[in-house]
């Protein structure tokens, strides 16, 4: 029997180099600008890890309302799991984030969330809103790059665009109801434990 070829046997790079990724080849082939990605993935990645400890803040302030409180905390801890989703891929893109902190935290593609001068539950529900909205249009950028050509990075931005939508849909409700006494739902109830974070957290990545 004639042997099979195998088409995908060998390709640009050379057996044995190191200094090339096929999983970066593959990608540039299909269009992606991976230097690029790398750049906006950090500056994403930056807000992650800018907003979380920023909502840390607060939820402090939004004491006396517990539901806010721990709406506040899943959306503050699900920040924490797309930081920790998306880092590892910047590096198997062969980026790396910045050595120094106060460099990552300049270049967050997103504004500082921070307290409001009057911290009323409907001043730091409208900062909670509009970091949200900031991530759903990161997230979807991403998407958009990705799309038909990364499958990598494009489920992992899904994922985490999946809870950014939940997220605002969660703060238009709140903000709705406090500031407005508008009733707006967002198909809201708790999650089963603090930042379950179900679509970007789960055993098939290693996401602690
Ligand atoms: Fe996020
Ligand atoms: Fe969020």
Redesign the pocket.
Known sequence: MAKRAKPHATGKTKPGDTSERVGVVELEKRGVNVKDLIEKLIDAAG??FT??YYYTILRMYLAGHEDYKEICED?RL??R???ELITPRIYELGGTIPRDIREFADRAGCPDAYLPAKPSAAEILTVLLEA?RC?IRT?SEICELTFGKDPRTYDMAAR?LN??VE?EAWFIELLSKERDNTIRPSGHFRRGEPGEAPY?KNRGFYNP
Do not use: L
């Open positions: 807000a992650e907003t979380y959306a699900e920040d799991a797309h930081f949200e991530a997230w985490i809870e950014e997220h970007s």
